[in-house]
């Protein structure tokens, strides 16, 4: 079992090298219209001039975003990632700058800046989930909004004692298959999601993937922080009402006037 860099990964690009940026447009999923139209829609409706995407990745919202007239920046940390955005429709008037979305500015103030996919839980620590915001807020206008897509934190199940949670066993032929499972330390809300895949020659890749989870509540303190205010809390795209089954939240702060 392995784990670690492919070939032609380069380290700077983090968890989404060019061994992951090549899979990550796969049909179906994430990238499946009935996911990316809704999410589009709200941007758009949201959106009053230039928007900013954090973590841009390979513009699986920020083309479709751009193609519909919007002027959208990214900021994204993987080279690999952002190097699929200029050849998607609508990528090619999308304005990147590689780097990291807690610290990197670009130029230019902001109707709207956004980061989803629970891509919020990729920054580790709560300093630097704070930061993001600061950053958000500061590309922002008065009045400008920062919308995040994130996952409730899945705690309810844990029964008490145990810290991992399966989330995919897929056994497949001759030893062949894969197994996920999240890994949590409810003190300092860090988690670890495990990717263990097995070929049929039986050689096998492990993948661990660091995360932050992050509370609701806990976001409108960073929003505060960063002198922000909640506007909008839903369940999904569809501005459906938060409940307390949701799995997740789409929540919209605006920056103080
Ligand atoms: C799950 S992907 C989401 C990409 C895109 N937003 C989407 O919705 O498809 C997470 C992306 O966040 C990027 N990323 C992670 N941490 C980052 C950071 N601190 N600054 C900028 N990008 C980051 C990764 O390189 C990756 O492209």
Request: glycine content about 10%; overall charge negative.
């Amino acid at each position: 079992m392995t784990q670690g860099a492919y070939t032609n990964d380069d380290p700077a690009d983090g968890w989404f090298p060019e061994s992951v940026a090549a899979g990550y447009d796969g049909p179906g999923g994430a990238n499946a219209p009935e996911v990316v139209t809704p999410v589009v829609d709200v941007l758009e409706d949201l959106a009053d001039g230039a928007v900013l995407e954090f973590a841009v990745g390979t513009g699986r919202i920020a083309a479709p975003l751009a193609a519909r007239g919007v002027p959208v920046s990214g900021i994204e940390l993987s080279r690999a990632m952002a190097a699929r955005i200029a050849s998607k429709p609508g990528g090619d008037s999308v304005e990147v700058t590689i780097g990291d979305m807690t610290t990197t500015r670009v130029a230019g103030r902001f109707s709207l800046v956004y980061l989803v996919f629970n891509t919020i839980n990729n920054v580790t620590t709560q300093d630097g989930q704070v930061d993001v915001f600061r950053n958000a807020a500061a590309h922002l206008r008065p009045g400008g909004l920062f919308v995040v897509e994130v996952g409730i934190p899945d705690l309810r199940r844990l029964p008490p004692g145990q810290d991992t949670v399966p989330f995919a066993i897929a056994p497949g032929g001759d030893s062949a298959g894969y197994v996920g499972f999240d890994q949590y330390d409810v003190v300092t809300q860090q988690f670890t999601s495990n990717h263990v895949t097995v070929s049929p020659d039986g050689t096998g890749k492990f993948r661990c993937i660091p995360f932050r989870y992050v509370w609701p509540a806990e976001l409108d303190l960073m929003a505060r922080i960063a002198g922000m205010s909640l506007k909008y809390r839903w369940a999904d795209w569809d501005r459906s009402e938060l409940t307390a089954d949701s799995a997740q939240h789409v929540s919209v702060w605006e920056k103080n006037r």
